[in-house]
């Protein structure tokens, strides 16, 4: 529409001088005055009507830009906090499964302590099954001549045992080894069970002992020996107390 009525004025503008030019060239001079003045207010007016359209014009073109532009900042802006929701939603979901992760590696590993304990604990009762289900040996019989001085009964050395663990550096470990000990033989190097094992922390079978019932000092170190195999005096302790046997 804007478009036809700038084309509209022009071709009355056309028309109009071109008949101005017609009677100027017919008339005298007083019309020629006339029709000068006339074709100029004409020109003013035609050429404020074509300023003010194209003004129009650029200021239709320059609002729908506008809006244009507001629209597109809108879209963007809604697709900004779209991707940004998204993102902390992802975030979130990581956080979360590094913590399951986390958490389900403990747990495997507290498993994996279980069953190595479990294993090692089989492992000590079904060598004390075979023990006790094995004949007894002519080392093991309390009445044979290899197994003499060994007994079934409680005949306490402690302070002895005491001293020997001393003289072998042992004395920064003695809490533990008075517990084993205490509890295993009550202190006594020649104490016999009915299963063979024997001595200070009854080795079983006896047999591997290669200590005698009264050499308290051959003892303590073959029985310390067995513990740092088993990481320690403190872990067999702790061994003892989870198990009773070490």
Known sequence: MDKQFCVSVKTIHMLTLNRLCMLCLKGNNRWKDILRRKIF?????????LIISFGGLAA?????AIKADQAEIIRLESEQQRLQQEREELEESHSETKKQL????KTEQELRKQIEALKVSKAKREARRLAISAPVSAESRPDSPIAAGWHYECRSQREAVRAAVNEL???SSWSYIDYIF??????DPGRLNSSGCRGLGQ???GSKLPCGPTDIRCQVKWFNGYAQGKGGWAASYRFWLANHWW
């Open 182 to 187: 205490g509890r295993e033989s009550c202190h």
């Open 203 to 205: 080795a079983c079978p």
């Open 60 to 64: 239709v073109d320059n609002y729908k």
């Open 102 to 105: 986390k958490q389900q590696k």
């Open 169 to 171: 550096g042992l004395g």
């Open 41 to 49: 207010m004409r020109l003013i007016v035609a050429t404020s009507a």
